[in-house]
């Protein structure tokens, strides 16, 4: 029925395109194999008959085998261009790019993009050097039982999920998929390709068997903001390219109005920061002023570490800031503007 309602856009052929151009070098090299083929076939049907009287010449046996080849690369050269395969360099591809760069056999990509689910299927098999298991959902997913315990797996089977929307604001409410692992991951990176969105996550399995290292130190406002960090739990070891995962736990000590935000980083031996990550409060899905007060919470961070990051020891610090008190950071009363979250050792990829 669809392809009476309309053939180009709903046949998938690859010389016949949805906008109705047609290859034609496509129509014609496919066009002259078959023939060539049948005219193959005829021949080798009447040396078969009559072996004493027919024979197929070496030419027409090389054209033969070599037919196959053309085919395919006159189908792949025509294909490449068609626009719902993507363009290089923009959009899904630069993403498949970019994925591919850094891939490692412990990640999990997961996208939602049912529009576009076809150019990460054409281009990841040849461009990623490492297979890695893929999920595709529509917005309204979570709201579907079987999809939850597929996803739990992800986060106990890998370290990192590469996610990606197609055309969806950050903190999406129509996007369940992202705000459940809002709530059970740990986001590092939020960048756009166009109208398209790549995240990294980083999941709970370098947290596996870590207890909770207590802090208890209280951040304070110069506008009777009081915070209190009691607690992290974060790895010793972080690898250089992959994010780690970072659970703070804290407590508003009185309600407040201010919209304060995190930031999380990774500093140098000289203090300078490496990575860095700035979120609201639960990723960015709720603020400061609503959260209630004298409750223990938990904030999930991810940080990037930098593949080109030396090996070493290196300092993990967190705090709050007030952007709309002139950026101002909330200050512990000892005087630093931070909390040190403890050291951690980067190592390289194996």
């Known amino acids: 029925r669809l392809m009476l309602t309309g053939f180009a856009a709903n046949s998938d052929l690859a010389w ?131 999809t939850a315990p597929v996803l739990e797996r992800v986060l106990i089977e890998n370290d990192r999920i590469w996610f990606v929307t197609d055309g969806v604001q950050p903190n999406d409410p129509d996007n369940t998929v992202e705000r459940w692992l809002a709530d059970r991951a740990f986001k590092a990176t939020d960048d756009w390709y166009e109208n398209m969105r790549l995240l990294q996550y980083a999941t709970p399995v370098r947290l596996s068997g870590l207890e909770a290292r207590e802090i208890n130190t209280a951040l304070l406002g110069r506008r009777a903001e009081q915070i209190t960090i009691t607690s992290v739990r974060t790895p010793s070891v972080a690898v250089a390219g992959k994010p780690i995962p970072i659970e703070l736990q804290y407590r508003l000590e009185a309600p407040t109005d201010q919209n304060l935000r995190w930031f999380v980083q990774l500093l140098s031996g000289q203090n300078i920061p490496l990575a860095q990550l700035d979120s609201g409060p639960d990723d960015n899905y709720t603020t400061f002023s609503s959260l209630p007060a004298r409750e223990l919470l938990t904030e999930r961070a991810g940080l990037l570490v930098p593949r080109n990051t030396p090996e070493g020891e290196y300092l993990l610090i967190a705090g709050l800031y007030n952007p709309d008190d002139e950026g101002a950071r909330l200050i512990t009363i000892d005087g630093p503007d931070f909390v040190s979250l403890g050291a951690v050792r980067v190592v390289k990829p194996e």
């Open 16 to 146: 016949l395109w949805a906008d109705g151009t047609i290859r034609w070098l496509v129509v014609l090299i496919g066009g002259a194999a078959v023939v060539t083929l049948g005219g193959a076939l005829v021949l080798w049907w009447r040396a078969s008959a009559a072996p004493e009287r027919a024979s197929i010449s070496t030419p027409t046996l090389i054209l033969v085998v070599i037919l196959p080849v053309l085919v395919i690369a006159t189908w792949t050269g025509e294909v490449g261009p068609e626009p719902s395969y993507g363009q290089e360099g923009i959009g899904y591809r630069a993403i498949v790019h970019d994925i591919c760069q850094t891939v490692s056999a412990t990640d999990a990509f997961v996208n939602i993009a049912p529009t576009a689910y076809q150019i990460p299927m054409n281009w990841m098999p040849g461009e990623c050097k490492t297979d890695i298991p893929t999920f595709g959902y529509a917005l309204d997913s979570i709201n579907h039982p079987e």
